[in-house]
């Protein structure tokens, strides 16, 4: 007598939603048992089972036709007793989808949003039915006042696909152009029963910002001198229509932070970076936005990031930037700034512990002048004319008298934290500047069919001079 034990009989999965589409197959394992089965339905018309005992005795494929559940039940008939085990499908038809998470995007990137499919029973369909789920995806550019465009130049504003990844649920939306967009997603239905055509999503608001811009583009700075970052661009924190907290869905935030807090630091608010000590770093602005992702836990997305290289050095030398390069014609103005220096490469203009002390040493020629406003260009005003300038002035207005040579001459002195106390921290230098008299020339015109004179001058660039008067209207035209 011959005996064979066999397992219990199980069948994989026990339970599936499927998506009504023909194309959508289901194979069902048999695992254990003897290998001679037989399967029913309680229901029909909602699938349709392919077994074949012979070619696979382990497996049957699943078609499905209609919606409804169904039970399938196998029964071993191999062995001496009933033993039988089943498996509960349910087959739908798309009832509702959504998008989710609105965005704020930064223009020439990417980001990716999730659309989820849910089943009549309200159910979310499992990701490998979304492949048989065919999405149309729309975008409609959001005017002033809340007003959709269908223009097709604005269906250029966003780039909207389905990256190649494993998650069918998952879309990437590129930004090209600036302005707010909103994305909506429709499905076709299957089912014959169905009231309507398609189902619609949820719309999803998307934000396009102009790329943020940070300046200076690199920072050279002395140890404890500090400049503060300007940045363009960016997210906005209200819309044309409504705040971006309530639009959003969560609030935005700013902050600067440095790689390396030994060499320079940055206030984390308004960006004014620090040195502390020779070396080199990068400062980067984050912008980030409080979210909540599927589960509905709080997490901050990062938007958008920009990083500037630090550099923290001791001067090397000074050096006096203005008209040393051409002549200065007597009665002008120009400025002349004192440009700390490490090596070829110049400090950035910021706020450094420097002292200045200019000197003209032919002050009958040219006379240093300390700047009050915004300087004499156009009338601007300028400082007591003076042999000298001391203090925190790295620039001073400089007016050409007469005709003659000008020794200028600046001295700085920086002052170093404790650490560099015995470095090199006073530099001076000087240019001669040559005043000449105006060149002009007298050119005869007609004013009224009467003869009349014109004199041209000759003057050179970024200075300020004044004409004399003319006697007749006595008017001084202004020249720069």
């Not at 970076?273 to 980067?284: A, I, P, S």
Request: glycine share 8%; with cysteine; proline share 6%.
């Amino acid at each position: 007598m011959r005996i064979n034990l066999v397992n219990v009989l199980k069948v994989e999965p026990e339970y599936k939603l499927l998506y009504l589409d023909p194309r959508n197959k289901l194979t069902l394992h048999f695992i254990h048992g003897s290998g001679n089965f037989a399967l029913k339905t309680n229901a029909s018309g909602i699938i349709d089972v392919q077994y074949s005992s012979k070619e696979s005795p382990r497996t049957a494929i699943v078609t499905p036709l209609g919606q409804g559940y169904v039970e399938v039940t196998v029964e071993d008939i191999g062995v001496s007793s009933s033993v039988s085990a089943g498996c509960v499908i349910l087959v739908s038809d798309l009832a509702r989808i959504e998008l989710r998470q609105d965005l704020l995007l930064e223009q020439a990137t990417a980001a990716d949003v999730w659309l989820t499919h849910f089943a009549t029973n309200g159910e979310e369909f499992p990701v490998d039915q979304y492949p048989f789920i065919t999405v149309q995806l729309y975008q409609e550019r959001k005017r002033p006042g809340n007003v959709a465009s269908h223009t097709e130049d604005y269906y250029k504003g966003l780039d909207i696909f389905r990256p190649s990844d494993p998650d069918y649920s998952k879309y990437t939306i590129r930004a090209r152009e600036l302005g707010s967009y909103e994305v909506s997603a429709s499905v076709k239905r299957k089912a014959k029963e169905a009231k309507t055509s398609e189902v619609v999503s949820n719309s999803i608001y998307v934000e396009v910002f102009p790329q943020l811009q940070i300046w200076p583009r690199k920072l050279l700075l002395l140890p404890d001198g500090s400049y503060t970052l300007k940045l363009s661009g960016g997210p906005s924190l209200v819309t044309a229509d409504l705040g971006a907290k309530d639009h959003f869905g969560g609030s935005i935030a700013r902050q600067f932070r440095s790689n390396n807090t030994e060499v320079a630091v940055v206030n984390p608010q308004n960006g004014e970076v620090t040195g502390l000590r020779v070396g080199t770093t990068v400062v980067y602005v984050v912008i980030t936005q409080e979210i909540r992702d599927r589960d509905g836990a709080v997490k901050y997305a990062e938007l958008c990031r920009r990083g500037v290289p630090v550099s923290v050095q001791l001067a090397t030398e000074v050096e006096i930037v203005g008209g040393q390069k051409r002549p200065l014609i007597s009665g002008s103005i120009i400025r002349l700034l004192a440009v700390l220096r490490y090596y070829n490469e110049s400090f950035t203009f910021g706020v450094f512990p420097v002292e200045y002390w200019w000197t003209s040493r032919h002050f009958h020629v040219l006379s240093l002048h300390p700047r009050k406003s915004a300087g004499p260009r156009f009338g601007g005003e300028v400082g007591t004319m003076a042999a000298s300038v001391q203090g925190d002035q790295l620039g001073v207005d400089a007016k050409a008298n007469r005709a003659g040579e000008a020794e200028i001459a600046v001295y700085a002195a920086i002052t170093y934290p404790e650490i560099y106390r015995h470095e090199r921290h006073e530099f001076n230098v000087s240019v001669v500047i040559r005043v000449v008299n105006p060149l002009y020339g007298v050119v005869p015109t007609f004013i009224d069919s009467s003869p009349a004179h014109t004199s041209t001058y000759i003057v050179p660039p970024r200075c300020t001079c004044q004409l004399p008067a003319n006697k007749e209207n006595n008017m001084v035209p202004p020249c720069a």
